[in-house]
DNA sequence: CTACAAGTTCAAGTGAGCTTGAAGTCAAGG
DNA sequence: CCTTGACTTCAAGCTCACTTGAACTTGTAG
């Protein structure tokens, strides 16, 4: 397949294409003419790269992730069921940050405490003000120490 | 309150907040000096712009939300809850989409099914369509306008 | 053969949401 | 007086995930 039919197939602009490959999510080979052809397995990693996207993943970690599947052999339903391990723990976590965000609206909004220095789902001083400017930790950033997602 | 005691009651960096101030929002008066002096109501405003931002809507949207907000005297808890309608649904939303990944983790990638073309839950069209280039806003793209998905 | 569509590389642009740096102002302390 | 430090503005830089444009080569139809 070459890279419109790829593209066509898989609603990703060709010009991600060249961007994924250039960060080595997806490999291509390349005709005489330097055209790059492309195995029908490209779809499948591209579909999970889409997916991955969607719950959060940046690509990163999604090509972390990639490098974990067999090099030498096509990846069977086993080994990218593998790779959904860490999204799915991933996605509860988001879930529950929502969640607590939507209690947070009714119980502090709703009650009018909305104020930084009161509301305790809105972060107390006792904590954030430690950890210094940048880190909100009532926003759902860990405690300890890791850097913020996107 | 002058930056600083805002910055840091807040956990909003000073230099995020003069960007919200050029953005339209929140407001500050200016002392003789030019400095500015926020009044203790700005804290519940930004603590309604850092929320609103983890539930993913824009500054853009944000603003406009807050433009609803009654400009002749202080909001009251009632006006606060007003607003939060608008994130209560985006929130469910989101919630219901992550919780379709979750689902399409299982059945779609684990039984090997996983190709765009054919799997409704990765909606080829839907990404192609409109959400083209910029960031993919942290973990959900606000959709533009939503069609079935999976 | 000529057109022209489609491919290539590489560099620069985009947009959101800021941060950082330069250059300047102002108040307080020594 | 000088220094320090907090403030100001304005412009430029940063990250991420791409897109766009320039300049060029290949493939194909007529």
């Known amino acids: ?3 419109s039919e790829v593209a066509r ?13 250039e960060r080595g999510l997806i490999q291509s080979e390349r005709a005489g003419s330097g055209h790059r052809r492309f195995p029908r397995e490209v779809l499948r990693r591209i579909a999970f ?9 940046s690509l990163e970690e999604i090509g972390a992730e990639l490098k974990k599947l067999p090099p030498d052999r096509a990846p069977t339903g086993r080994d990218w069921s593998r790779l959904s391990a860490t999204w799915t723990s991933r996605i509860d976590e988001r879930i529950s940050e929502l ?7 009714t119980t502090c909004i709703g009650c009018g405490c909305l104020s930084l220095d009161r509301c ?3 972060n107390p001083n006792d904590r954030a003000a430690k950890l210094g400017p940048g880190p909100r930790y009532w926003m759902g950033d860990r405690p300890p120490k890791r850097a913020g997602q996107g």
């Open 9 to 21: 197939r898989s609603g990703v602009a060709a010009s991600a294409l060249r961007f994924y490959e």
């Open 49 to 57: 790269i889409v997916f991955a996207q969607r719950v959060g993943l």
């Open 120 to 122: 305790a789902l809105s």
């Open 99 to 105: 969640e607590r965000l939507k209690a947070g609206l």
């Open 1 to 3: 397949m070459n890279i």
